[in-house]
């Protein structure tokens, strides 16, 4: 069974840093390009950042210079790495593993996602 559990969320003062990771189990993708999405209440679910397999990686702008995708193959993990956070980049955040060869910014094109962890930034 495929899953994918990320960890790391929870309550942070703006300006503060943060590290969400994603774990996966059931199978290797590292293959993959595994991306971070964020959804926000009220809101459509966001495209943050994806890495390919061999770790080039796209920010969305609004976290551009903020915030770093990475990971770790040998651990079948992937990181996102949340610096100089805003009260506005509260939101869940799901990590999605999509098929080989897959890079974008929709999450139609993932087929393998997380729970979900809370992020929230208070002012």
């Known amino acids: 069974q495929v899953q994918l559990v990320e960890s790391g969320g929870g309550l942070v003062q703006a300006g503060g840093s943060r590290r969400l990771s994603c774990a996966a189990s059931?199978?290797?993708?590292?293959?993959?390009?595994m991306a971070w999405f964020r959804q926000a209440p009220g809101k459509e679910r966001e495209f943050v950042a994806v890495i390919t397999w061999n770790g080039a990686s796209i920010h969305t702008s609004s976290v551009k210079g903020r915030f770093t995708i990475s990971r770790d193959n040998a651990k079948n993990t992937v990181y996102l790495q949340m610096n100089s956070l805003k009260v506005e980049d509260t939101a869940v955040y799901y990590c999605?593993?999509?098929?080989?060869?897959?890079?974008?910014?929709?999450?139609?094109?993932?087929?393998?996602w997380g729970q979900g962890t809370q992020v929230t930034v208070s002012s």
């Open positions: 059931g199978r290797t993708f590292s293959n993959n390009a």
């Open positions: 999605a593993a999509g098929p080989p060869g897959t890079v974008s910014d929709s999450p139609l094109h993932y087929n393998y």
